[in-house]
């Protein structure tokens, strides 16, 4: 039991760091873990909340990054941020459903801020798309090695 709990402990904290702009992933720690005989729903559960959490830390940046975009030091351009902002309004807030890919869905949560998206509707479309993934990779680990 106590293993366990430090598997999701550590897979919770590896899926937030990988749903941040860090550079950070999660997937091989849950087929890992998987594979060790730990619990899938458990596993399943820790990896979504935790990444869930982290597009939420992404989307609070958003909310306020604004008010930085004229700053020197400030990242990203006010051209790339508009260009961002106009692809969002573009394909609407349905492409949340896209957060759980690599290098576009971490971008796409801070985003979401940016343009204000209601918080419900954010943690919605997020919640399908990233539990839907590791869903999917636990099926994918039990199919190929269960």
């Keep these: 039991m106590q293993e366990t709990l430090a598997a999701c402990g550590g897979l919770f904290l590896a899926a937030f760091l990988a749903a941040t702009l860090l550079p950070a992933q999660s997937e091989a720690l849950l087929a890992t873990l998987l594979l060790n005989g730990h619990p899938a729903l458990a596993l399943v559960a ?9 597009s939420v830390v992404n989307y609070g940046l958003g909310l306020g990054i604004a008010r930085f975009g004229t700053r020197r030091w400030f990242p ?3 051209a ?9 309004a573009r394909r609407g807030r349905w492409v949340l459903l896209l957060s759980w ?35 999917v990779l636990a099926l994918a680990v039990d199919a190929a090695w269960g």
């Design 46 to 54: 820790s990896a979504a909340v935790g990444n869930i959490a982290g």
């Design 76 to 78: 990203v351009s006010a």
């Design 80 to 88: 790339a941020l508009a260009r961002a902002q106009g692809w969002y």
């Design 101 to 135: 890919l690599p290098v576009v869905g971490d971008p796409l949560t801070l985003v979401a801020g940016v343009m204000r998206e209601r918080f419900w509707v954010f943690l919605l479309l997020v919640g399908i798309g990233k539990l839907g993934r590791y869903v």
